[in-house]
């Protein structure tokens, strides 16, 4: 079992830059692959971004590429989302997930159901 806890979610203006925090616990996620989901109210998780166990592989959703970065450090049991530029349509509660990794099998995931372990998520809301 993994456990994941989201951290750094806050309130932001516009145009400002923010770095989320999914600490793991329980196993270490160097063999799995990782993902960044949000949820705005009323509406569905949408995928944003994923990582692949190695960090050779890193897949972007259309509305945040090239704003968000997605990174890893498996020594210290860590993913990160660094998002920069927010604009108005980001604020949404932002959750960590974590799938174990397959030889042979994808190396990056973009759907809610393809992965294991999800964390609480952590709220953040941007100002215009």
């Known amino acids: 079992q993994v456990q994941l806890v989201e951290s750094g979610g806050g309130l932001v203006q516009a145009g400002d830059s923010l770095r989320l925090s999914c600490a793991a616990s329980?196993?270490?996620?160097?063999?799995?692959?990782m993902g960044w989901f949000r949820q705005a109210p009323g509406k569905d998780r949408e995928f944003v971004a994923t990582i692949s166990w190695s960090a050779a592989n890193t897949y972007y959703a259309n509305s945040v590429k090239g704003r968000f970065t997605v990174s890893r450090d498996n020594a210290k049991n860590t993913l990160y989302l660094q998002m920069s530029s927010l604009k108005p349509e980001d604020p949404a509660v932002y959750y960590c997930?974590?799938?174990?990794?397959?030889?042979?099998?994808?190396?990056?995931?973009?759907?809610?159901?393809?992965?294991?372990?999800w964390g609480q998520g952590t709220q953040v809301t941007v100002s215009s």
């Open positions: 329980g196993r270490t996620i160097s063999s799995y692959a």
């Open positions: 997930a974590a799938r174990s990794y397959r030889p042979g099998a994808p190396s990056t995931y973009d759907r809610v159901g393809e992965y294991a372990y």
